[in-house]
C-alpha cells in the first residue's frame, strides 16, 4: 500500500525538491522520446540548478498557483498554473504536472489537477488548457480527465529534430473541482 500524501501550496524554500522533480521526472518521461543530447541538457546539474531558481520566484509569484504532494515528508510531484500564455479562447493554462515515477498510480496526479482547478476556478477562470508532447503517455491520462485536443504546436530542437505538442483542453473547468 502507498504511503499517504499531503497536497499543499509550495514555498520558496521547496525549490530544491521542486527541481529534484522537474528533472528526474523529465528522464524518467521523455528518455526514448526525445532526442538523448536534448534532454540531457534539460535534465543535468546546470538545468536543476536553473530549474530550482526558477522555482524559488515562481513558488513566490501571486499570479502562479504552485502545488505540491509530499510523501513521507518529501515532495513527490507537483503542479503549477496561472493565466493562459499562448490559448486563445482559453482563460487558465496548466503549466506544468510532474510526479516521480514511482509515485505513479497513486492519485496524486488527479488530486493536483482538481485542486489547481479549484484554485484557477476560485481565481475567476473558467477554461484550461496545457501543451503535452504527442508521445508523452501522460496525453491519453489528460483524455481520461476530461480534456478534448484542440490542435497541435511543432518547435525545432537545437539538437536536430521537433518537438510536437498536442494542446489539451478543459472547457468548463467545473468540471474538475
Request: proline share 7%; charged share 20%.
Amino acid at each position: 500500500m502507498a504511503p499517504p500524501f499531503t497536497l499543499r501550496p509550495a514555498t520558496p524554500p521547496d525549490a530544491p525538491a521542486l527541481a529534484h522533480v522537474h528533472t528526474a521526472s523529465w528522464r524518467e518521461t521523455y528518455t526514448g522520446l526525445l532526442p538523448q543530447e536534448f534532454l540531457a541538457g534539460m535534465t543535468d546539474d546546470a538545468a536543476r540548478e536553473r530549474r530550482q531558481r526558477m522555482w524559488e520566484v515562481l513558488a513566490a509569484d501571486p499570479s502562479q498557483i504552485v502545488l505540491v504532494t509530499q510523501q513521507d515528508g518529501e515532495v513527490v510531484a507537483f503542479a503549477s498554473g496561472g493565466p493562459a500564455r499562448d490559448h486563445p479562447g482559453v482563460d487558465a493554462e496548466l503549466y506544468t504536472l510532474y510526479a516521480l515515477k514511482s509515485a505513479h498510480g497513486q492519485g496524486l496526479g488527479r488530486a493536483l489537477l482538481h485542486a489547481l482547478a479549484r484554485e484557477l476556478h476560485l481565481g475567476g477562470a473558467n477554461s484550461l488548457a496545457l501543451w503535452v508532447l504527442d508521445q508523452n503517455p501522460t496525453r491519453q491520462w489528460y483524455a481520461r480527465q476530461g480534456a478534448r485536443e484542440a490542435g497541435e504546436k511543432t518547435q525545432p530542437l537545437p539538437a536536430g529534430g521537433e518537438l510536437r505538442e498536442v494542446r489539451m483542453v478543459w472547457d468548463n473547468l467545473a468540471q474538475l473541482r
